[in-house]
């Protein structure tokens, strides 16, 4: 509809005016000068031009101007360090972000400071809502101020309101030291500011799952932001953290050091085991984001995602032939793996740490599972304390949330000798039976060869209430292996003979031991739930995951136990 007016009004007016008479009459208008053909403004629906006015245009320009970022020195300074702006590592995380708070944080800053250096908000990955706080290193290095810590602690407590996984993108030399009187004082010992982070994170740890992925130093207390999370990415050669930074270190100890000595990428990945993964740029990080959201649920009290089943890499019938015959020959347990999940579906955690065991996610029929295994491969497959406490935390994180637990047991047990004695064996040890003995989510205990002393503790055997132990024909469950067990038991007899009468001795005892020790012979006393065919084992497994699906939990009569992890 055309209305026509007398007078010209400005075009602020004229807007206005177009909008209400549309929306009064229900339909379109166009407002027309009299004597002119072209309207000066039109308003409702099928127009070309909606009505926006000077008010809203500013605003606009203002929030186009925040989502910039910093000043052009900021973003020089990622591009020298080869970083990406922080809006476009959202880009590739997210498959669409829905709406983001605190825009106009330290708004009254002059321009200085938007969005406080702290971008939060709600973004989708494969169809499911994901909350995230990313810190904008254009602005002030990513340094923590007190409206950039408010959003970030408002972003956590709605996310575990709605239950909600919580992506963290870390970004930030620490807290901002250069405060002015605007942002007076240090903030990190207020009650509702620094430190509430922290202890949030530490609360909301177990009820939704938190994902950390760390693109620069990270230096001093904000550094447990990072390691709190559930699992830490780091990105190679831009990353770090530490608890002091190279210069303190110096100034304190004397120490000169670099950033990547202290606490870069290999420094976490192969001896601290504070990094799931090591990747070697940011695309390969939000990879790895969107890969390990696929295993892991909502919220703690979900289901686990699943996914059309598939085939294994390798023949599951091929199994057996991987397995060698003698205990003590090497073999690589990711053989094993590549033939009872399906294709394309491991994804292992802390690859470079402890090698001697092997933690990670994989399918069987769609459905995912946590796999803990012994890697004869690498120090023939014994517990040291790194690979202790690493499986501690890999079970204990899947009981958290609901991931069914496969135990691949091939073990001499735990590492003995004064050096491991000094490094906490029995104490570390002790986290990984305890945490094995606690986590009620499904487990099953697969004895391939193996399973010697207090190993088989720690690999759920079956005193330690799995939903079943399954052994292959190449089994051996004994205090210790043959050799061992007949120089403890005869070592004073045997040190009287002569060498040929000794040799014939241990060769018979050892033929004795076996007997004892035979995987049919425990079978038959229901020592074992099965004594299986290797190829089956893919099947069984993935029959018995189906079966316990619906296991329920126990509540216990205490507030919780003492091991702490």
Not at 13 to 33: D, F, H, K, N, P
Not at 254 to 262: I, P, R
Request: proline share 6%; hydrophobic share 40%.
């Amino acid at each position: 509809m055309k209305i026509r007016v007398d007078a010209t009004p400005d075009e602020e007016t004229a807007r206005a005016i177009a909008s209400a008479l549309s929306a009064y009459l229900g339909q379109s208008v166009e407002l027309v000068v009299d004597g002119d053909e072209e309207p000066l403004a039109t308003a409702g629906d099928g127009c070309d031009d909606p009505v926006i006015t000077d008010r809203e245009r500013r605003l606009r320009e203002e929030i186009e101007g925040i989502l910039s970022g910093g000043p052009e020195r900021g973003h020089e300074k990622i591009d020298a360090l080869g970083k990406l702006f922080v809006r476009d590592r959202l880009e590739l995380l997210f498959d669409e972000i829905e709406y983001e708070d605190g825009t106009f944080a330290r708004h009254d800053a002059d321009g200085e400071l938007p969005a406080d250096g702290m971008i939060t908000g709600v973004g989708t990955i494969h169809g499911r809502t994901v909350f995230f706080a990313a810190n904008d290193y254009t602005v002030k290095a990513g340094s923590l101020g007190q409206m950039g810590v408010e959003k970030e602690i408002r972003l956590a407590e709605r996310a575990v309101e709605v239950g909600a996984p919580i992506l963290r993108l870390i970004d930030s030399t620490g807290a901002r030291l250069n405060l002015d009187e605007r942002e007076p004082g240090d903030t990190h010992m207020d009650r509702y500011r620094g430190g509430r982070m922290f202890y949030n994170q530490c609360i909301h740890s177990g009820q939704v799952p938190q994902i950390g992925v760390l693109y620069g130093p990270d230096i001093a207390g904000s550094a447990y932001t990072p390691v709190f999370c559930d699992y830490l990415i780091m990105v190679e050669e831009i990353s770090g953290m530490a608890i002091a930074s190279p210069r303190v270190v110096e100034a304190v100890t004397g120490e000169q050091t670099t950033m990547q000595d202290l606490g870069g990428p290999p420094v976490h990945a192969t001896e601290s085991g504070s990094a799931d993964l090591v990747v070697p740029d940011e695309r390969a990080a939000a990879e790895a984001v969107r890969d390990l959201l696929t295993y892991l649920p909502q919220r703690h009290d979900e289901p686990v995602p699943t996914r059309e089943p598939d085939v294994p890499e390798a023949n599951p019938r091929g199994l057996d032939a991987v397995i060698p015959e003698e205990p003590n020959e090497s073999y690589d347990i990711l053989e094993v793996i590549d033939r009872l999940v399906d294709a394309g579906s491991w994804f292992e955690l802390k690859p470079d740490f402890a090698p001697e065991l092997v933690t990670g996610f994989g399918r069987i029929e769609g459905r995912p599972v946590g796999i803990v295994a012994n890697q004869p491969a690498a120090k023939s497959g014994a517990i040291f304390p790194d690979s202790a406490e690493k499986g501690a935390g890999f079970v204990w994180t899947c009981d958290a949330f609901g991931v069914p637990l496969v135990y691949l047991c091939d073990t001499p047990g735990f590492m003995v000798g004064s050096q491991v004695e000094r490094e906490g064996v029995l104490q570390k040890g002790r986290k990984f039976i305890y945490a094995t003995s606690n986590a009620q989510v499904p487990k099953l205990c697969v004895i391939t060869r193996k399973a010697y002393g207090a190993g088989i503790y720690a690999m759920a055997g079956p005193s330690f209430d799995p939903d079943a132990t399954l052994a292959l024909p190449s089994a051996e469950i004994a205090v210790m292996g043959p050799d061992a067990a007949v120089s403890a038991l005869f070592a004073e007899q045997l040190e009287e003979m002569d060498p040929d009468s000794r040799q014939a001795f241990e060769e018979g005892m050892r033929a004795e031991y076996e007997k004892h020790i035979d995987v049919r012979t425990q079978a038959a006393r229901m020592q074992v739930d099965e004594l299986l065919p290797a190829g089956d084992l893919r099947d069984q497994l993935a029959a018995r995951l189906r079966t316990v699906r619906t296991k329920r939990r126990t509540e216990r009569d205490r507030y919780h136990g003492t091991v702490l992890f």
